[in-house]
C-alpha cells in the first residue's frame, strides 16, 4: 500500500492544504466503514475520490461534513480541526456537500431552494422576521439577484418559480449544486453527481465543476464514472475498504496493483 | 335574533377565533417547520391555567378549589403572563423531546409529555384543584365595564377578533420572511438544511417556542368565557381535531388552515355541540370523535394537500425589479440555450 496524502496533493497547482483528513475511522456496530483514511486536498484543485462500492467514499463525505461523528482520527478545513464538529458549523465554515440521493426542498421553489442555501443571517431570526420586510428586504433583493444570476449560469431561471420537487432528476442536482454555491463554499464535496442524469446534462455539469475552478471553489468530486472524473479532475484519491490506496492522476492510479485488485476483488 | 340565539351566536364566534390562533399557533410548528407536537393542546391549557390563576385571586384557605399562586392581577396582565410561561415550558418541553430525536420520535416524545402533563394536573390536587379543576374564573374587565351579560358577550367577540389579528400578523410575518423559509427547509429535508448551514434543532426549537406562545395565547383567551379549566377540558386527543383542521384545510396554508379551523373545530365540533339531541347523553360526543377519525382518513386518501393547499411562493425574476447585479461574473455563463434546456426531456 502507498502512503498516500502525505502532505500536498501533487496535482502541479500551488496551494495551501485546504482539507486534511488524518487517519480518520469510523464504525458501525463492527463494521469499519472508514479504517484510518488519510488524504489531503490542495486549494484551488478538484478532485475524485473514487473506488468501489462500499469503499467508504460516502462515509468519508458524511464524517468530513460533519453528518457522523468519525470514532477517531482528525480532519482539518483550512488549519481548523473540525473532527466532530456538527454539521452546521462546518457548513458555516465553508464547506458545503451535496448528497448522492438528490435532496431537494421539494415544498420550495427554485428559487427558494437557492435563497435556503445562502449563509444564516438576521432575517432567519424571529425578531428580524417580526419587524418585517424593511428589515430584511434589502438583503432578500440582493440574495435574489445572486440566485437569479446562479439560475441563469445553471440555465434553470425558467424553473425558478417551480416546485423544486417537480423538476427531473438532473434539474434536481442542478439545484443542489447551485444551492451550495449561495453559501460561497470553500470546498464543495459533490456526491456521486451524475446519478440519474441524462448524458448531455453530464457534459453541461462536467463545464460547471470545471468552472467553480475559476471561481475559488475547491472540489472533491465522488463518481464511479471514471471517465468523467478523467476529464475533470487534477487527481483521484482510490479508496478501498475504508482506507485510501492511492492517489494521483486517474491515469497513474489505474496501473497500481493495488487500485486492480481493490476493483477486481472489492 | 333573540338574546338567546345572539348568546349562542358569540359564543361560537369566540371560540371560532380561539381555534384559528390555535391552529395558527400549530400550522407554524406542523404546516411551517415540520413538528409533529401532539402536545399541543397541553400548551394551550398551560396558557388557560396561568391566565386563571394569576386572575382569581389567592385561593380562600376554606374554599372548595385549591390552587397554587393564586393573584388577581389587572388585564392584560394574566395574558401577558400566560404567553410567557407557554413560551418557556415550551422551550423546557423542546429541549428534551427536539434533542437527538428522528422527527417521528419527537412526535411521540410530545405526546408523552401531553399525557404526563394531563395526569400531574389531574393528581396534584393542591396544584392545580385536581380533576375537579379551577371554576369560577373572572371575565377580563367585566367590573370596569360594567355591561349586560350580552353586550360583554359582544365585547367579547370584538377582542377575540383583535386578537386574532394580531395572532395573524405574527404567523404572516414569520413565514412569509427568511426565518419561514428557513424553516420549511427544514421540514423538507433537515439534513440537506444542516449541510447548507441551519441548525436544525435551533430552527425547530423556535417553532415550538413562538407555537407554543400562541397556543397558550389562545387558551389564556378561552379560559375566561368557558368560565372553568380542568384535565377534561384539554385531554391529547384535543389536539387531533386541531391536527384535522390543518389537513383539511391546506398545512402550511395560513389561509387553507383558517378554513380548516372554520369547518373542523369550529362549526363542526363547537357548533354540534349546542344541538339538542333527545337521544342517549353522550351520543353526539362519540359521533364526533368517530367522524374526526374518518374525516382524517378521507383527507389524506382523497386530498392530502387539504382543501387551500400550500402555494409556491412566486418572485418576479425580472431584471427591472431587481438591483443590478453585484456578482456579475456569475452570470457570464448565461446561455443562449436557456430555451434548449426547457425543451429537453430527462
Request: net charge positive.
Amino acid at each position: 500500500m502507498t502512503a498516500p496524502g502525505s502532505g500536498r496533493a501533487d496535482s502541479g497547482r500551488a496551494g495551501d492544504v485546504l482539507l486534511e483528513v488524518t487517519d480518520l475511522r469510523r464504525s458501525y456496530t463492527g463494521v469499519h466503514a472508514l479504517a484510518g483514511a488519510t488524504l489531503a486536498v490542495a486549494s484551488g484543485s478538484i478532485v475524485g475520490l473514487i473506488g468501489p462500492n462500499g469503499a467508504g467514499k460516502s462515509t468519508l463525505c458524511a464524517v468530513v461534513s460533519g453528518s457522523v461523528p468519525p470514532t477517531s482520527g482528525t480532519v482539518r478545513l483550512a488549519g481548523e480541526d473540525i473532527s466532530g464538529m456538527p454539521s452546521y458549523r462546518v457548513a458555516r465554515r465553508g464547506l458545503r456537500r451535496t448528497f448522492q440521493l438528490s435532496s431537494e426542498f421539494g415544498r420550495l421553489t427554485v428559487l427558494e431552494n437557492l435563497l435556503a442555501g445562502a449563509a444564516m443571517w438576521r432575517g432567519e431570526s424571529v425578531s428580524g422576521a417580526l419587524l418585517g420586510r424593511r428589515f430584511w428586504g434589502r438583503r432578500e433583493r440582493d440574495l435574489i439577484g445572486r440566485a437569479r444570476d446562479l439560475l441563469g449560469r445553471f440555465e434553470l431561471i425558467e424553473k425558478a418559480n417551480d416546485y423544486a420537487g417537480k423538476l427531473s432528476g438532473g434539474q434536481r442536482r442542478l439545484v443542489e449544486i447551485a444551492r451550495a454555491l449561495m453559501g460561497d463554499p470553500k470546498l464543495l464535496i459533490l456526491d456521486e453527481p451524475l446519478v440519474g442524469v441524462s448524458p448531455w446534462l453530464v457534459e453541461r455539469i462536467g463545464q460547471h465543476i470545471q468552472q467553480l475552478r475559476e471561481d475559488g471553489v475547491t472540489v472533491i468530486l465522488i463518481e464511479h464514472e471514471l471517465g468523467f472524473v478523467e476529464r475533470i479532475c487534477d487527481s483521484v484519491f482510490v479508496m478501498a475498504q475504508g482506507r485510501v490506496i492511492a492517489h494521483g492522476t486517474v491515469e497513474e492510479v489505474r496501473k497500481l496493483p493495488a487500485v486492480m485488485d481493490a476493483y477486481l476483488i472489492g | 335574533m333573540s338574546s338567546a340565539m345572539q348568546f349562542y351566536v358569540s359564543v361560537i364566534l369566540i371560540y371560532l377565533g380561539i381555534d384559528l390562533i390555535a391552529c395558527w399557533g400549530l400550522n407554524l410548528q406542523y404546516g411551517v417547520a415540520g413538528v409533529v407536537n401532539l402536545a399541543f393542546i397541553a400548551f394551550q391549557a398551560v396558557g388557560a391555567y396561568t391566565a386563571a390563576i394569576l386572575s382569581m385571586g389567592p385561593a380562600q384557605p376554606q374554599g372548595y378549589q385549591t390552587y397554587f399562586i393564586g393573584a388577581s392581577l389587572p388585564f392584560p396582565v394574566p395574558i401577558i403572563c400566560a404567553v410567557l410561561v407557554g413560551g418557556v415550558l415550551s422551550g423546557l418541553v423542546g429541549l428534551v423531546a427536539l434533542r437527538r430525536l428522528r422527527s417521528d420520535l419527537q412526535a411521540i416524545v410530545l405526546l408523552v409529555f401531553s399525557l404526563v402533563a394531563t395526569d400531574i394536573a389531574t393528581n396534584q390536587v393542591g396544584f392545580l384543584n385536581g380533576s375537579a379543576g379551577l371554576s369560577q374564573i373572572p371575565l377580563p374587565l367585566e367590573s370596569l365595564l360594567n355591561l349586560t351579560p350580552l353586550d360583554y358577550q359582544w365585547f367579547y367577540v370584538g377582542f377575540t377578533a383583535v386578537a386574532c389579528l394580531l395572532a395573524f400578523w405574527v404567523v404572516r410575518r414569520l413565514t412569509g420572511s427568511p426565518l419561514g423559509r428557513a424553516m420549511r427547509s427544514v421540514r423538507d429535508n433537515e439534513y440537506a438544511a444542516a449541510a447548507l448551514g441551519r441548525n436544525v434543532f435551533a430552527m425547530r426549537m423556535r417553532a415550538l417556542i413562538v407555537g407554543g406562545m400562541i397556543a397558550a395565547f389562545s387558551g389564556a383567551l378561552l379560559v375566561p368565557i368557558v368560565g372553568a379549566w380542568a384535565p377534561s377540558s384539554w385531554l391529547y386527543g384535543e389536539t387531533l381535531v386541531l391536527f384535522a383542521a390543518l389537513l383539511l384545510g391546506g398545512r402550511g396554508n395560513n389561509l387553507g388552515v383558517a378554513l380548516g379551523a372554520v369547518l373542523v373545530p369550529g362549526l363542526f365540533l363547537e357548533g354540534t355541540s349546542f344541538i339538542h339531541y333527545t337521544a342517549r347523553p353522550g351520543f353526539i360526543d362519540a359521533v364526533q370523535w368517530i367522524v374526526i377519525g374518518l374525516l382524517m382518513l378521507l383527507v389524506l386518501w382523497f386530498r392530502p394537500q387539504g382543501l387551500l393547499p400550500e402555494r409556491p411562493r412566486r418572485v418576479d425574476l425580472a431584471p427591472s425589479l431587481l438591483p443590478p447585479s453585484r456578482w456579475p461574473w456569475l452570470a457570464r455563463n448565461r446561455l443562449a440555450e436557456r430555451s434548449e434546456l426547457a425543451g429537453r426531456p430527462e
